[in-house]
């Protein structure tokens, strides 16, 4: 999944529902919070850009990795 993600052909829905899958509890204690570039770049700006409060307030409670830069 990740390498798909990374890969950059992915779309808007796509990305949507990784963030969802990766800030549930059992992601993160199966996998660890932080994602590999570039798929975490990738899910920082969509999420900035276009997302609700839910998956917002996971970004900035660090559910999908420390931003980088």
Do not use: C
Not at 31 to 45: A, I, K, M, T
């Amino acid at each position: 999944m990740l390498a798909v993600l990374a890969d950059g052909r992915t779309g808007a829905a796509e990305l949507d529902g990784a963030a969802v899958l990766f800030g549930i509890l059992d992601w993160t204690k199966a996998n660890g919070r932080e994602l590999p570039e570039p798929v975490r770049s990738r899910l920082f700006g969509r999420i900035q850009a276009h997302s609700t409060g839910p998956m917002r307030f996971r970004l900035e409670r660090g559910s999908y990795g420390v931003a980088s830069g």
